[in-house]
C-alpha cells in the first residue's frame, strides 16, 4: 500500500472510529446522568426549552465524548499512518474542532463549557493520542 492511500486512510479510520466513539458516549450519557424531567436531549429544541433546568454534571458525558472520541480518534490514525504521524493526528483533532465550532453554534450551553469543550477537548487530546500512540514525528 502507497503512503499516500495509507495516510488518507488513516484519517478516515481516525474519524469513523472518534465518532462512534462519542457518540457512543453522546448516546448512552443521559442512561448515566439522567436529564432532568422533561427535557428532550435528542434535538437542539429540546436542549434549547430544557437548557435553563441543565446543571454541570449534565456536561460531563458531551465532554467526554468530544474528548475520548478525538483522543481515539487521534491515536488510530496516528498509529495508521505510513508517515507524518503527528499530522495525521493533529488533523482529526482540527476536523473534531470544527464539529465542535459549530455544535456550540446549533446547542445552546454556558460559556464556561464551550470554552472548556473548545479548549480542553480537541487539541489537546489529538496531541495526547499521537503521544499514546508513539509519539514519533515519523
Given amino acids: 500500500m502507497t503512503p499516500i492511500l495509507k495516510n488518507v486512510l488513516a484519517v478516515i479510520a481516525g474519524f469513523m472510529i472518534g465518532a462512534l466513539v462519542n457518540m457512543g458516549l453522546v448516546m448512552t450519557g443521559p442512561s448515566i446522568i439522567p436529564p432532568p424531567a422533561g427535557v428532550d436531549m435528542t434535538t437542539p429544541e429540546g436542549l434549547q426549552a430544557g437548557a435553563h433546568l441543565l446543571e454541570a454534571k449534565h456536561y460531563i458525558m458531551p465532554f467526554l465524548a468530544h474528548a475520548l472520541g478525538t483522543l481515539v480518534g487521534a491515536f488510530f490514525a496516528a498509529r495508521i499512518a505510513a508517515t507524518r504521524k503527528s ?38 487530546m489529538a496531541w495526547l493520542g499521537w503521544k499514546l500512540a508513539g509519539g514519533q514525528r515519523n
Wanted: aromatic share 14%; glycine share 8%.
Fill in 87 to 124: 499530522v495525521f493526528a493533529m488533523a482529526i483533532g482540527i476536523i473534531f474542532l470544527l464539529g465542535g465550532i459549530a455544535a456550540a453554534r446549533m446547542i445552546p450551553a454556558p460559556n464556561w463549557f464551550i470554552a472548556t469543550d473548545l479548549l480542553v477537548a480537541y487539541l489537546p
